[in-house]
């Protein structure tokens, strides 16, 4: 006899919990407030939430980096306080940061193991012992992982794990993946779930972090979305959808989906024509690229990342010299152009790392706004246009600000305070101006919310209803199959197929992706 | 309330220098006090406050003693202006003693040539000359960094030397004025800076003040000064907004042994009078101290080089009344330039929390040699 207690598999009491957790950083930030939050043994939980709604926080709390003000902590039930990263490791929480935080020269048992040496006697380190330890953890998690290799050889997903085979390898019971996806491919994305899953299985309890509906919907067993240090719901997948979730997150009904509306493409703007560029290691990282973008279409570029797709932009705005080959803006030669005569002839570039290259956050968002027009009328005057008129660049940056609905309580305000989000808009505000012939978009929404996705979306579509000619490159295939009119994959520095958009499905891109042929 | 404000706001940049010098004064009194114990009178515990108050009295007690001040701080003002500029473009001048000597040695020549000129002419000339030879030497490190990478720490210590030496012989064997005992440029004549008042200040302090708000002006008015301003707080950035870091770079180096050169020029038309082997190049190493405590701003400039001049004008009384040697400054410059590139030390001493935004100058002098930024501006394509 069956009581209906016992009916399905007893729920496990959570191996972490969080109650009632408050921060408040020294600027006034409310972070998080009363945040509860639990995970359990074998569960996979998703903390869901835009950039700056404090899930980074709370997950720093619990790794010992920041103190809360208030709120409990307990593992296995016990009550903890946690003073540093040391001490979370301790007790078994590991963390996956979205900057990877390896020693690139070392190979991946040095990585794994560091800070927990294996020595011989005379304290010399046992690298044998090391090694063959990781390649035992590492073929229990199926990672295919050589440990002899330097961490630097490794692409992106294979970083990825070995941080945590760094974690587990620490003891972590408790494992938080901060964005880990951010950084990845569709195919790597798919294989970093089969490995969460499986350490679940095993009886991990995993943390992670996203502001990405549909992997959260896909991955998660539970999920806890945040919005503005509150907790504002938790749901399990089954029982929610993508757009309730959005809502939940930003609270308001947004869009997933922009209408991309019909394309009237025009004449050639960008002609790239035979197009070889070296990479850093003296490669071809792009070979003999032919590519067309007209007036009034987008055309999306996707590669898994390394297949040459920067080197192409790059070489493309100015920053990079082509080894052979044309380039030619309005049918003008600008091969061998400066970055700056080609701005000169209506680009506009919106770089991949906007904090590293598409930003100064230093200066303040006025400064930011006229960096790339600085010496341009009406912004400067004077002989040589050497003066720079302080009225005019105040008043064209406080237009931008309210164009592009930049949220900043001045223009005076150091950019590098604003959220993601706002940031990227200075940069998009600042790039999408008013003689733009052709622009070049490298992840344009890369770690930003779907609220800020969604308005840089529109204005993209703006830019090519009004004639703009527009080169798309993502890391999110899924932003280049909504946006683009054609899809131009890259495959080992070539462009492999061009697909209109509506012969463009996901699979079939995805398949050229990774083998660069069609069947 | 927006008085409030912008006094806050100048406690928040002022605070470390401020209280850096506080604690370099108080740390140097520890040295005097265990240094008494040495001397026959035997340890002295309130040595360090007459020490202090004679410098103060020799500093500021009198007009001549205000107008010594002035006169220490005014080679101080280029010069710290100099280090200052380079900062803002985000690199580390070491060389402000090279580019002072070249400055002092050009003017000193140029004056002993026009000596018989009328003196608007020699002294226009003179000052002209030693700004463009210190210009020439800041180039050097300049180009080298843009073109090769090379860093401007090593070029420019390795250049002060090469200056120093190679003046020496310039003097020696090129250019020594005849009927002197020992090798020296001949007198200067017309190009002396005109006393304006009391018995010793000259010409050269007004020049010195006037390059203050011409600094001010580049840096805050003229795209070029934005250039320097951007290539420096992110030198990626500024290359993919289509700038140039590498002519910026060259240009700011440039520009910086300008004001370096002047600052031996005045020094040499207004104090020296002619060049000889061995002539001070303190100003070179002060410099680098005016600049930190200045926070690399004009105006804030303005105030540490009259800070410094004091102790220079200052100290010599001091010795003579307390038999403090005038080495005590050079200890409280040291440990002034120890506190606040080690800022943290201060920081956390008096619990000040970081100014947002603030121009990291320790940034620029403990910055990485094989930093990316300093690879890709390198690496830019020709």
Redesign the interface.
């Known amino acids: 006899m069956k009581s209906a207690n016992d009916a399905g598999p007893p729920r496990a009491a959570p191996v972490l919990s969080m109650r009632g957790v408050t921060k408040r950083y020294a600027t006034g930030t409310l972070a998080n407030e009363a945040v509860d939050f639990e995970v359990r043994a074998g569960e996979i939980h998703a903390l869901l939430g835009e950039n700056g709604a404090g899930k980074s926080t709370l997950m720093h709390i619990l790794y010992g980096l920041v103190a809360p003000d208030s709120g409990e902590i307990a593992i296995d039930g016990h009550p903890v306080t946690i003073a540093d990263p040391a001490d979370a490791i301790a007790r078994g929480v590991g963390m996956v940061h979205q900057h990877f935080m390896l020693v690139p020269v070392l190979t991946v048992a040095e990585n794994v193991v560091l800070g927990r040496e294996l020595v011989g006697p005379a304290q010399v380190l046992d690298r044998a012992e090391a090694a063959r330890r990781v390649r035992a953890l590492s073929e229990r998690l199926g990672f295919a992982l050589a440990p002899e290799v330097r961490t630097e050889q490794l692409s992106v997903g294979q970083q990825q794990r070995v941080e945590i085979l760094k974690s587990v390898y620490r003891g972590a019971r408790i494992l938080v993946l901060d964005e880990p996806t951010a950084v990845l491919t569709p195919q790597e994305t798919r294989e970093i779930f089969t490995v969460l899953r499986r350490l679940a299985d095993e009886g991990a309890a995993i943390v992670f972090i996203s502001h990405k509906l549909e992997e959260v919907l896909e991955l998660a067993d539970r999920i806890t979305v945040i919005r503005r240090g509150k907790v504002v719901g938790e749901r399990e997948p089954r029982e929610t959808t993508a757009d309730e979730l959005a809502e939940l997150m930003v609270g308001r009904e947004v869009s997933l989906r922009v209408d991309r509306g019909r394309s009237r493409p025009a004449e050639v703007r960008l002609a790239v024509r035979g197009l070889r560029v070296a990479g850093d290691r003296g490669h071809e990282a792009v070979r003999s690229v032919d590519l067309d973008v007209r007036a009034g279409e987008i055309i999306g570029i996707a590669g898994v990342a390394g297949n040459g797709q920067e080197h192409l932009v790059e070489c493309v705005v100015g920053l990079r010299a082509a080894a052979s080959g044309t380039i030619h803006i309005d049918g003008r030669d600008v091969t061998k152009g400066s970055i700056r005569q080609r701005r000169d002839r209506g680009l506009a570039y919106v770089p991949a790392d906007r904090q590293r290259a598409g930003l100064v956050l230093a200066f303040s968002v006025r400064d930011n706004l006229a960096l790339t027009t600085y010496e341009d009328a009406p912004l400067a005057h004077g002989v040589g246009r050497l003066l720079r008129d302080r009225p005019v660049i105040d008043a064209s940056a406080r237009r931008l600000i309210e164009r592009f609905d930049v949220r900043t309580s001045s223009p005076s305000v150091e950019t590098g305070t604003l959220s993601g989000g706002n940031q990227q808009k200075v940069v998009v505000a600042r790039e999408f101006r008013a003689d733009l012939r052709l622009l070049v978009l490298d992840q344009p929404t890369r770690g930003l919310d779907v609220g800020s996705i969604e308005f840089i979306h529109r204005q993209v579509l703006a830019q090519r209803d009004a004639g703009t000619a527009i080169l798309l490159v993502s890391a999110e295939l899924d932003e280049i199959l909504q946006l683009a009119d054609r899809v131009a994959v890259m495959y080992r520095g070539s462009i492999v197929a061009t697909l209109a958009a509506a012969e463009a499905s996901r699979d079939r891109v995805g398949r050229l992706m990774a083998t660069g042929a069609a069947a | 309330m927006i008085f409030a404000r912008r006094l806050l706001g100048a406690w928040r940049v002022g605070a470390v220098p401020a209280l850096s010098i506080v604690l370099a004064l108080a740390l140097a009194a520890v040295v005097i006090v265990l240094s008494s114990a040495f001397t026959t009178s035997g340890l002295d515990v309130l040595l360090p406050v007459r020490a202090y108050s004679s410098l103060l009295a020799g500093a500021f007690a009198s007009e001549t003693a205000i107008a010594n001040t002035l006169v220490a701080a005014a080679p101080l003002v280029l010069g710290g202006l100099s280090v200052a500029l380079a900062f803002k473009a985000g690199l580390f001048n070491i060389g402000v003693a090279g580019q002072f000597l070249a400055g002092a040695f050009a003017a000193a020549v140029t004056g002993a040539s026009l000596a018989a000129s009328p003196a608007p002419v020699a002294v226009a000339a003179s000052l002209a000359a030693g700004g463009l030879a210190g210009g020439a030497v800041g180039f050097i490190p300049g180009y080298l960094k843009a073109r090769t990478g090379a860093h401007e720490v090593v070029t420019t210590i390795m250049l002060n030397n090469a200056a120093a030496l190679l003046l020496t012989w310039a003097v020696t064997d090129l250019v020594r004025a005849p009927g002197f005992t020992f090798p020296r440029t001949g007198d200067i004549g017309n190009a002396l800076l005109p006393v304006i008042a009391g018995r010793n200040l000259h010409l050269g302090v007004v020049v010195a003040l006037l390059a203050v708000p011409a600094i001010a002006f580049l840096l805050d008015?003229?795209?070029?000064g934005?250039?320097i301003?951007?290539v420096g707080?992110?030198p990626?950035?500024?290359?993919?907004?289509?700038m140039?870091p590498v002519l910026v770079t060259a240009l700011t180096m440039t520009l910086s042994g300008v004001l370096g050169g002047l600052a031996g020029a005045i020094q040499m038309l207004g104090v020296i009078g002619f060049y000889a082997p061995g002539i001070t190049a303190s100003v070179g190493f002060d410099s680098i101290a005016v600049a930190l405590v200045g926070r690399s701003d004009p105006v804030g400039v303005i105030f540490a080089a009259l800070l410094f001049g004091a102790f220079r004008a200052g100290a010599p009384l001091m010795q003579i009344e307390t038999s403090v040697p005038v080495e005590v400054i050079d200890i409280i410059q040291a440990l002034v330039i120890l506190l606040l590139a080690a800022d943290v030390i201060v920081r956390r001493l008096f619990r000040i929390?970081r100014a947002?935004?603030g121009?990291g100058e320790p940034a620029t002098v403990t910055r990485s040699w094989s930093s990316p930024e300093v690879a890709t501006v390198a690496a830019e394509?020709r």
């Open positions: 008015r003229t795209t070029i934005f250039e301003r951007s707080a992110n990626v950035a500024a290359r993919y907004a289509g140039r929390r947002r935004g121009l394509p």
